[in-house]
């Protein structure tokens, strides 16, 4: 249900974009959309439950990750107006997103006791934890770096669009690299997603034609 709601933020970024930037999606864009919630459905059909506490989060999670992006590509819109250079590179979006994130990891960090944690953990004295930190921390750069040159080239409803994407190929190597065993809805899941990519690419060609 995770994923199937998750699904849901590209339907609310879509929205959010017409609103927003009077930007009208091609019938194939809503089509794509509507094609990964069906993909998401039939991948969670068999284990779906419900608990009002974590639909709240859920949803409250949706209407944010929605927010966060269609916030970003205004923030970037409104930086062309406002700067000299018409331009605000990927590295200042990066290094002012991150910036601005510290004060609410730091208080986060203080609430739930973790800097006592820190300070007593053995694995600060293990050369393999700082290695794999430190790679961590550098696989988190080139991602934000990513995620804001993609943004800033296209739109917030391709960026959340094409991030659902990448669970199709994810779920092909799981299957394939741990052996899962497949059955219909798995399989259904792919299948509609792939349609789904197949689908949005399309109308992006039409858009660019």
């Given at each position: 249900m995770v994923t199937v709601l998750k699904n849901v933020t590209n339907v609310i970024t879509g929205v959010g974009e017409m609103y927003l930037f009077n930007?009208?999606?091609?019938?194939?864009?809503?089509?794509?959309l509507f094609l990964m919630i069906i993909s998401a459905v039939s991948g969670g059909i068999t284990d779906l439950s419900f608990n009002a506490?974590?639909?709240a989060w859920q949803i409250a999670n949706c209407f944010l990750t929605a927010s966060y992006s269609l916030t970003l590509r205004k923030t970037m819109?409104?930086?062309?107006?406002v700067t000299q250079s018409g331009n605000l590179n990927e590295f200042s979006m990066v290094l002012l997103n991150n910036t601005l994130s510290l004060p609410l990891g730091l208080l986060l960090s203080f609430s739930f006791n973790e800097m006592?944690?820190?300070y007593q953990t053995p694995l600060l004295r293990l050369p393999?934890?700082?290695?794999?930190?430190?790679?961590?921390g550098l696989l988190g750069l080139a991602i934000s770096f990513?995620?804001?040159?993609?943004?800033?080239?296209?739109g917030a409803t391709t960026y959340s669009l094409?991030?659902?994407?990448?669970?199709?190929p994810l779920s092909i190597a799981g299957i394939v690299l741990f052996?899962?065993?497949?059955?219909?809805?798995?399989?259904?899941?792919?299948l509609f997603g792939l349609v789904a990519g197949v689908v949005f690419a399309r109308a992006k060609m039409r858009e660019k034609s």
């Open positions: 930007k009208q999606h091609d019938n194939r864009v809503w089509a794509a506490v974590g639909y819109d409104t930086a062309k107006q006592d944690y820190l393999g934890f700082w290695m794999v930190m430190t790679l961590s990513t995620s804001m040159w993609f943004l800033h080239q296209t094409v991030g659902s994407l990448n669970k199709i052996n899962v065993p497949t059955s219909l809805q798995n399989s259904a899941s792919i």
